[in-house]
């Protein structure tokens, strides 16, 4: 495993907190659950994508950025944290947003307008299909252009989660605590791939599952084609033999409900356990549908309640203001759901 060599930028607070869920297992009957808290990784009100960019961030110091370019949903934590670390480290930012201009901006893209980037409204394109125009307009301008991948999705950003499982393996080992799955919201693929690789690289046994949050493709390609792809170039960079085939990926599609973004009964049910139960933030589109995903897989017996699960927390709660409208509708339903299961308890 050889990457000492590749540069990297220390943008974040690390090791995030590895803490037990114990009155959320306790109101599900169980099983152990653990949170893995990428929400506290301190840039921008933290996420995962923290971990990405030190690596990505690294590489475009080391050839010369001036300027860097992301895209992402209006409400994106990627292009958030990548405003806040572009501003930290005096670096230009753009960023290419879906939709088109609120009246009033609101969750994350109200972070982005305060960290002073700038940015361009794409309507349908929000997987950055308008950056190479834009870029070649930059450039124009005299401007070192460094594209950061949609959601920090490269080899580097997956090798950040090849560092992180390490840094859970230390944490873990140190606590004494087994566990048998870790659960998440996938999206754009890198998380999962790194965390796969780390599974290989420390010949852990745990079951790595995505939750995917999202219908749509991935650079034109199918998401779990994507994925394993992007697992194996990851395995090929630091030069290690491991090959990963189908039968290594665990994606679940069955919460994608109505599509990115909508959000349902599942996740404003797991945005409201998880806050009442733990006093802990999940978001409506990211960690929200994943939690929700958890929970239904408990309650279904695909977990056992003898399993010990770590859900991996990968930030997002920004965003909750901007769905306050969404998170509303159902919010007497969750409530009173939830005051059965205190009687239960």
């Not at 873990?172 to 780390?198: C, D, E, N, P």
Request: aromatic letters at 8%.
């Amino acid at each position: 495993m050889e990457y000492n060599h590749i540069p990297r930028e220390p943008l974040g607070f690390f090791p995030t907190p590895l803490v037990e869920l114990k009155r959320l297992s306790q109101a599900l009957g169980g099983p152990k659950i653990y949170m893995k808290r990428d929400d506290n990784t301190g840039l921008a009100l933290g996420g995962n994508k923290t971990r990405k960019l030190e690596f990505i961030l690294g590489d475009a110091l080391a050839k010369g950025a001036d300027t860097i370019i992301t895209a992402g949903a209006i409400q994106s934590n990627h292009c958030r944290q990548t405003a806040a670390a572009a501003a930290s480290l005096g670096l230009e930012c753009h960023l290419v947003l879906g939709g088109g201009e609120p009246e009033q901006a609101n969750g994350n893209l109200l972070l982005d307008k305060l960290f002073g980037c700038h940015i361009h409204w794409a309507g349908n394109h929000r997987k950055g299909e308008d950056i190479p125009r834009i870029v070649e307009q930059l450039t124009n301008q005299g401007k070192n252009v460094y594209v950061v991948p949609y959601g920090g999705s490269s080899e580097l950003g997956a090798l950040a989660f090849v560092e992180a499982f390490k840094e859970l393996e230390s944490q873990r080992q140190s606590m004494g605590i087994s566990l048998t799955h870790i659960v998440f919201a996938s999206s754009s693929g890198g998380t999962q791939a790194g965390l796969m690789l780390g599974n290989k690289i420390f010949n852990s046994p745990y079951q790595i599952v995505g939750i995917n949050i999202d219908k749509s493709e991935t650079d034109q390609v199918a998401f779990d084609q994507y994925t394993l792809a992007l697992a194996n170039s990851t395995a090929k960079l630091i030069k290690t033999d491991y090959k990963f085939t189908a039968s290594d990926l665990f994606l679940n599609s069955d919460y994608v409900g109505e599509g990115y973004g909508v959000v349902g009964a599942l996740e404003n049910e797991a945005i409201s356990l998880t806050a009442q139960t733990e006093g802990i933030l999940v978001d409506p589109v990211y960690t929200g549908r994943a939690m929700g995903g958890l929970i239904d897989m408990i309650r279904r017996g695909k977990i056992k309640k003898t399993d010990s699960v770590l859900f991996w927390h990968t930030g997002g709660a920004p965003a909750l203001f901007a769905y306050a409208n969404d998170l509303d509708l159902a919010k007497k339903a969750v409530s009173q759901k939830f005051d059965s299961l205190q009687q239960e308890i």
